[in-house]
């Protein structure tokens, strides 16, 4: 399913203005072992959208940069290997959860900046009328970025699958409030965990 915006069709009138907006979103990301045995203590970063630099383009897709040394980073980088699975979820501030991804990663590309490794999940369709099993046509996309001794970088983002580009920051938006307004609530044990993750 396509976003009204993203449909090749001169006559689609113009997708109505997301209520949900970058504000009212955190990332959390959770970086670990894909196997108890791979020794990977597992690693938590927490970004308010509201922090971060919405791209000149406007597109979904962000950067959050780790200027940090500690040795759980460096951990990662050392002992990760291809071990490593990564948990994204979008949190709304009334705690709503809604995950993006939850798994190994399936790309692993090295360059002259470092290694990458990506991790990519297609999204539930959306359509009332639509088949659970049904494209939704919008991927959320997950990269790594290593330099010599550390995690340096994370790049989230959504994708459309039909032009293989990020899609705008409002389609974004309009994907995530399908997700996070439906009425149902995280449960209570895990709204509070997170309450506390995010509070530390």
């Not at 897709?61 to 500690?70: G, K, N, S, T």
């Not at 999204?123 to 995690?151: D, H, M, N, W, Y």
């Not at 995280?186 to 965990?193: C, H, I, M, T």
Request: proline letters at 5%; glycine letters at 6%; hydrophobic letters at 35%.
């Amino acid at each position: 399913m396509l976003w009204p915006s993203m449909r090749p069709s001169a006559r689609s009138p113009m997708p109505s203005k997301p209520q949900l907006s970058l504000n009212d979103l955190i990332f959390a990301i959770d970086l670990h072992g894909a196997s108890w045995l791979s020794g990977l203590s597992p690693i938590s970063i927490t970004k308010p959208c509201s922090e971060l630099n919405v791209n000149p383009d406007a597109l979904f897709q962000f950067d959050i940069v780790l200027d940090r040394e500690e040795e759980d980073v460096k951990f990662l980088k050392n002992n990760g290997g291809d071990d490593i699975k990564v948990t994204w979820n979008i949190v709304k501030k009334d705690w709503r959860i809604f995950t993006m991804i939850d798994g190994a990663s399936k790309q692993t590309s090295s360059g002259r900046e470092g290694l990458e490794k990506g991790f990519t999940k297609e999204l539930p369709a959306t359509g009332c009328c639509l088949s659970a099993v049904e494209s939704s046509g919008i991927v959320a996309e997950l990269r790594l970025q290593f330099g010599k001794e550390s995690l340096e970088k994370m790049t989230l983002g959504l994708m459309n699958t039909h032009s293989w580009r990020y899609v705008s920051v409002d389609d974004g938006l309009r994907c995530l409030q399908y997700f996070l307004d439906r009425d149902h609530h995280a449960p209570k044990e895990k709204s509070l965990s997170w309450t506390t993750t995010l509070k530390n």
